[in-house]
């Protein structure tokens, strides 16, 4: 029986594989961000195939996606704004860092393809280190 739903509803190609990535983590004392879906704000700023929302809590995370050939650039805003270090790992890459400015916006210009999930080390009012975000898996 087994083997006949397997055939028939076979698992995702490569779905182990992004799973055992986005639990890979070396602190699994993060909190997971929602991908918040384009609702009643589509067309408007922000709504571009390329974007994305997640959140979680107070911590807004939005970001666009643009290829550049076979890598990426990601620009980034968190709100609320801060100089919260921004992790991007990418399955069988080493993971690239930037630090959002003051204003909460950052930028990193050459992301490879690949399983993706981008890490938020926020910081407090003082600079110390605070929680940690994550967001869910995404595939560029």
Known sequence: ???????LD???LG??????FAVALENLDVEVARWERAG???GVRG??????T???DNLTLMVNFTSTGARHRIDGWLV???EHTVEVRVAEHESSTTKADDGG???LADVPAGTTQIVVHLVNSRGEPGRTVVTPTIVL
């Open 105 to 107: 916006r950052f930028v």
């Open 47 to 52: 709504g571009n195939p390329g974007t994305i």
């Open 54 to 56: 997640f959140t979680v």
């Open 40 to 42: 009643s704000f589509a």
């Open 80 to 82: 609320p704004a801060g």
């Open 15 to 20: 779905l182990v594989e992004r799973i055992q």
């Open 1 to 7: 029986m087994n083997r006949l739903v397997y055939e």
């Open 10 to 12: 076979a698992p995702p």
